[in-house]
């Protein structure tokens, strides 16, 4: 491919320490022949070869080139180099969804034998991965709780080879204290793998912690507009060239468009995350001690059991508010049907604002034991605040809670 006026990659980030915000709109595959200002969408599934040598040199890894889109492609490559840019990481693979960025991280590093530690509050799927299908490879695991340092010491066994963490957890937005834990994976030599999804590396940059890997769902906030599938793997490079070389044989590539989504939707990060994080807090200190509810959850919020720990490990609360019916169950039927201007729906981090009740949805594969663990209570409701004016955000609460009370 001909790259007259940039031979190079444009990073920002190569440039005079530039910040978040530049490094998110300024980082940009080359531009081709054709002088476009946008990244255009390379939509295909191979590339062509010089010449019979460059076809050998390709496949023999001597030279670095785009061969096939399984691979790498142009669109991945641009937002996997954002992303690694602004969480500080040496290195990155793009993937499918933010699943397979899990199962990856984890199957490329994990053998018959071996034990993964893991914070017990987890999204439903990477429980279900855990807990039902790497035993089927013969990996064990184990739960800590997040809070207490003891329980993470006296369950790290010799086999123990990989540490498991998402903070703050979806949905009880639980936290998990990343210097203390990425300092004892230090020195137990044990990588700590952080799922990033609800801070986003504007709020929280885990590696800086001591952290081996970030996964991400950028199905979530990155994309932040409800369009997009989408995960990535960064951190270590080493750890980055296993999980590379299992996600290039097991196929769990992000397709060129969505990439090119992606890549877009990074440059507005920030400015999306300052809105979500400002209306979360605005939405949670309103609804905090509402006769309708037992409580409130916000990281940011001084009532929440670990807000000092919030305000050391992040930039801001994020956009995820929990609320717990008084009622249960039922109130929160009626809530959710009563609702007219928030979705009811199981995604999160999007303009809209998303309504979810974990129970009968995104956690109804755990027992009830499992969920009352992590918090998950019949009551609660997860509030994916988004970007509309927040006083209409919350009239529709407050009516959908009125309601709920002759519905239920
Ligand atoms: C949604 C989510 C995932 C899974 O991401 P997908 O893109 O839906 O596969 C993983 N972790 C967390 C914390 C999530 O919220």
Redesign the pocket.
């Given at each position: 491919m001909t790259r007259p006026d940039s031979p190079t990659r444009t990073t920002a980030a190569e440039a005079t320490d530039p910040h978040f915000e530049t490094i998110a709109v300024r980082t940009q595959v080359p531009r081709t022949a054709e002088r476009e200002h946008s990244v255009p969408l390379f939509l295909t599934s191979s590339f062509v070869f010089d010449s019979a040598e460059h076809a050998r040199a390709l496949f023999a890894d001597e030279v670095e080139g785009n061969v096939y889109s399984r691979y790498a492609n142009p669109n991945t490559d641009e937002f996997v180099h954002k992303l690694c840019a602004l969480e500080g990481a040496e290195d990155g693979i793009a993937t499918a969804?933010?699943?397979?960025?899990?199962f990856t991280a984890l199957a490329s590093r994990l053998s018959a034998g071996d034990h993964v530690l893991a914070s017990r509050a987890?999204?439903g799927?990477?429980h279900q991965i855990l807990t039902r299908i790497l035993p089927k490879w013969g990996v064990t695991w184990s739960y800590a709780d997040a809070t207490n340092p003891e329980s993470w010491t006296s369950q790290i066994t010799p086999a123990t080879r990989l540490l498991f963490v998402?903070t703050p957890?979806?949905p009880g937005l639980e936290l998990v204290d990343l210097k203390w834990l990425g300092t004892l994976a230090r020195e137990r030599g044990i990588p700590l793998v952080v799922?990033n999804?609800?801070a986003t590396p504007y709020l929280q940059r885990p590696l800086a912690w001591g952290a081996s890997l970030v996964?991400?769902?950028?199905?979530?906030f990155i994309d932040g507009q409800g369009r997009t599938?989408?995960?990535a793997i960064v951190g270590d490079k080493a750890m980055v060239a296993d999980a590379r070389y299992f996600a290039r044989h097991t196929g769990p590539a992000l397709s060129p468009f969505n990439a090119w989504t992606l890549s877009k939707s990074l440059e507005t990060l920030a400015v999306r995350m300052d809105r979500h994080c400002a209306n979360a807090l605005a939405l949670a200190t309103h609804f905090e001690g509402h006769p309708a509810l037992d409580s409130v959850r916000y990281p940011f919020l001084p009532s929440h059991p670990q807000y000092a720990l919030a305000k050391q490990q992040m930039q801001a609360g994020g956009g995820i508010v929990v609320l717990v019916l008084r009622g249960g169950i039922e109130r929160c039927r009626g809530f959710l049907d009563a609702l007219q201007l928030c979705s009811h729906s199981p995604?999160?981090?999007d303009t809209r604002t998303i309504v979810t009740h974990p129970t009968s949805t995104t956690h109804s594969k755990l027992t009830e034991a499992e969920r009352q663990q992590v918090g998950i209570v019949p009551g609660l409701v997860r509030i994916s605040v988004g970007l509309e004016h927040v006083g209409d955000v919350i009239a529709d609460l407050e009516q959908a809670l009125d309601r709920s009370r002759e519905l239920s």
């Open positions: 969804s933010g699943m397979a960025a899990v987890l999204f799927s990477t998402e957890s979806n799922d999804c609800f996964v991400h769902s950028a199905t979530k599938l989408g995960g995604n999160l981090g």
